[in-house]
């Protein structure tokens, strides 16, 4: 049965002190480079992993990042979530994951308490719905809790970063408006979401503001097969001569039914996306979207728990989206 590599054994090899090993493995300057090296060769070839557990009951915390994920994992919060992961590396620290039902108060309850009892640094929460931020409020917290969101909130005692839905519909109408289309049509993605309703309440302003009706469907899904179904009644009842929907599934699959029954895109019907996923840019004809950087929020959210953790008080960070404007809403 083997046994576990411990310090000792390192310094032992290496023929220095314990204190000496820690020092190189906490990259501390004072160690000089030759022994650092040597201490880091043995601990390679010994296969020394460290006691986390007991370091974080010595010090009081893991040095990790929590991340509480209370959504399913759509592309958004999958792309979310890889951003945060990949800029937790990029640092070099570690991350322990934890998932709840963000309707839930108990759910999210037990969960922060699950990673409390890793002693993470920091916890970052991923949230499609406004009502977690009204759990997390009512939650004592230790140590700095980041919450991402879309939009707007009203918890001033909570920290945020979100990218703003709002510009994002409101870029995708006004392009649209541009190229003169006046019969425009919102297909929203699930309501229930933070994001479908702040996109949705832009694009009825920015279309009052035009003086043209802010006609929109709702969905309870973000698929390509709720956009499919969209465009079967569409075909039916009578097509706007544009658009905008509120994820790209939910445009491929509407746009797919439309080209099938002959409908020229953009000649008869321009659209527009948001979310701007890989598949976009090969669409036939490549597919006009919203662009969030999911990169910046991740590494914004890290930021901003470095800023709590030095005793910064609670604020919010807001983002901004950007159109990136293909074939399937400009005339050639």
């Known amino acids: 049965m083997s046994t576990r590599v411990t310090l000792s054994d390192v310094a032992e090899a ?10 190189v493995l906490n990259n501390h300057p004072s160690v000089r480079p030759e022994t650092r090296q040597k201490v880091l060769a043995a601990v390679q070839a010994l296969g020394y992993e460290p006691n986390l557990a007991a370091r974080s009951l010595a010090s009081g915390s893991s040095g990790a990042v929590g991340i509480l994920l209370t959504a399913g994992l759509s592309h958004g919060m999958a792309s979310i979530f890889s951003a945060i992961a990949r800029a937790v590396r990029e640092r070099g620290d570690t991350f322990v994951l934890a998932t709840a039902e963000g309707s839930d108060s108990e759910s999210v309850r037990q969960a922060l308490a699950h990673l409390h009892g890793h002693r993470v640094a920091t916890i970052v929460v991923l949230a499609q719905r406004a009502d977690v931020l009204a759990i997390l409020s009512s939650q004592r917290h230790r140590g700095p809790v980041v919450a991402i969101i879309s939009g707007q ?12 839905q709002s510009l994002g519909a ?20 699930d309501l229930s979401w933070q994001d479908a309703s702040e996109r949705l309440a832009a694009y009825q302003s920015v279309c009052a503001q035009a003086g043209v009706p802010g006609r929109w469907v709702g969905t309870d899904a973000w698929t390509g097969e709720a956009g499919a179904k969209v465009a079967r009644r569409l075909l039916d009842s009578g097509l706007p001569d544009a658009v905008f929907a509120a994820n790209d599934d939910i445009a491929l699959g509407l746009c797919h039914e439309l080209l099938a029954a002959g409908v020229r895109i953009p000649d008869d019907v321009a659209v527009v996306g948001f979310d701007d996923i890989p598949l976009a840019r090969w669409a036939t004809p490549s597919l006009s979207s919203v662009t969030q950087d999911f990169d910046a929020l991740g590494r914004a959210a ?18 901004e989206p950007t159109l990136v404007v293909r074939a399937s809403s400009t005339r050639a």
């Open 14 to 23: 290496v023929g220095v002190s314990s204190q000496t090993v820690s020092r």
């Open 153 to 164: 909130h009203e918890f001033s005692e909570l920290s945020t970063v979100s990218i703003d």
């Open 170 to 189: 409101r870029l995708a109408t006004e392009h649209l408006l541009a190229q003169g289309r006046s019969r425009l049509l919102h297909v929203t993605g």
């Open 302 to 319: 890290l930021s901003l728990s470095d800023e709590l953790v030095e005793g910064a008080p609670a604020h919010s960070i807001c983002l």
